[in-house]
């Protein structure tokens, strides 16, 4: 059978589209159902401790909805049972998933239970095997004392290698936590995991969903991971949810017979692509969004660099020495182009976001880039509660901007200041 072919320019709009680009933000502040509705889309937001700037769980929502009170998502994620929307798992790394996805990871949990070696991290594996009875001990304590983080347990928290290294307790909690038996209650201080059992965070009628057989779950996984990208190619994938690689080889078959998933060419890809049956196919795409480092548009590299002829790579990984664009550095998308990236950071005692350096992409005129970078940086400004923009003075974007102060807005929103309270309540605990 003939494979369709797309332009290049086709298959970039239709991955923007699918994640969420291209439509007007709401008027005013986003609200509760804006958030909710973003991350079902979505299927998941990837959590990271680095907080320079804002922890990577609240960007990809403010680079499609504009200003909206991150508490909202707190209150998804950690708030009261009968409040909670999201729940924390291993998906695509840490992630944040709406709970009614739960049952499909439940294949997943039950083969960390079974110290399945493939569906484990080799570690916790290891752990598991060697240290059942610790394990068992720190099932109980959970059982009797309530939520807990790690470090409050009374055993097992001396370190056990450099500065990264887990203690036995956070092993031991952390594979109860894979097997599903515990999950993330709260998090605290500097962001640290409380654990809890499960059925004392989700609410009832999540863990009463039905658990469907492990294909089924994984085919509804890929259906989801395809309606997310629009397009892509196999490695795309498979890579969203970080599926087995034999399971989805199957999953990915089943879904082309089925006609879930539609193979495709793309002038450029060296690979096959397939293409989501209900993806839009828009004739252009107009935006402006700052890209967080770990936004589900460009966490996997090569994808980026395949649809955005763009190399990326995050700077706080790399020695200061080989660090080419800055440390904390976010790409910058006007319209279907990646033309920019910026190197910030949240200057909170000085109540100032940081432009610490303002790259220019090689084809672009930094003339009609600047006017653009300078509204988002102001409105990103605003929602993180940040008085002033501190710009760069050196570079073609840096000497386009001309060292120019954004307007603030009139006021704070209500948004504004409710962030302002978070980060009042942050620096306290």
Do not use: C
């Amino acid at each position: 059978m003939k494979r369709a072919r797309l332009s290049a320019a086709a298959a970039r709009r239709m991955a923007l589209a699918a994640q969420g680009f291209g439509s007007p933000r709401p008027a005013g502040d986003a609200n509760l159902g804006h958030v909710r509705r973003l991350v079902d889309r979505l299927g998941l937001l990837q959590i990271d401790s680095v907080n320079v700037l804002a922890r990577a769980h609240y960007l990809p929502l403010f680079s499609r909805l504009g200003t909206y009170d991150s508490g909202d998502l707190d209150r998804l994620a950690w708030g009261r049972k009968s409040q909670r929307g999201l729940f924390e798992f291993w998906a695509h790394e840490a992630s944040l998933l709406p709970v009614a996805s739960h049952p499909l990871w439940r294949w997943r949990m039950a083969r960390a239970a079974a110290a399945h070696a493939g569906d484990i991290k080799g570690k916790l594996h290891v752990f598991r095997r060697d240290k059942a009875a610790f394990i068992d001990e720190v099932r109980r304590q959970l059982a009797d004392r309530g939520p807990l983080a790690a470090s409050d347990l009374e055993a097992g928290t001396a370190k056990t290698g450099p500065w990264w290294g887990w203690s036995d307790a956070k092993y031991a909690m952390e594979w109860l936590f894979f097997a599903g038996e515990v999950t993330t209650a709260t998090r605290r201080g500097a962001f640290e995991r409380v654990y809890d059992l499960t059925e004392r965070v989700l609410p009832a009628n999540v863990l009463a969903l039905p658990t469907p057989e492990p294909a089924e779950a994984q085919r509804q996984l890929l259906r989801i991971a395809s309606r997310a990208l629009g397009i892509a190619t196999a490695r795309d994938l498979r890579d969203y949810f970080r599926l087995p690689v034999d399971d989805f080889k199957a999953r990915l078959a089943e879904l082309v017979e089925a006609g879930d998933l539609l193979p495709v060419s793309v002038e450029g890809w060296s690979h096959p692509a397939y293409l989501d049956p209900n993806a839009r196919q828009p004739r252009k795409v107009e935006t402006r969004a700052l890209l967080a480092p770990f936004d589900p548009l460009i966490w996997e590299r090569g994808r980026t660099e395949r649809i955005f002829d763009f190399h990326y790579r995050i700077g706080i990984y790399t020695p200061v020495a080989k660090r080419t664009h800055g440390y904390y550095v976010l790409p910058f998308l006007l319209d279907d182009r990646l033309v920019a990236r910026v190197d910030l950071k949240s200057d909170r005692a000085g109540s100032r976001l940081l432009v610490h350096a303002a790259h220019l992409e090689p084809g672009n005129e930094a003339a009609k880039v600047a006017g653009p970078l300078l509204e988002e940086l102001r409105l990103m400004a605003d929602w993180l509660g940040l008085e002033e923009v501190a710009l760069p003075r050196a570079g073609a974007l840096g000497k386009a901007m001309g060292g120019r102060q954004p307007a603030a807005a009139a006021g704070l929103s209500r948004t504004v200041e409710a962030r302002n309270r978070r980060l009042t309540t942050l620096k306290k605990s």
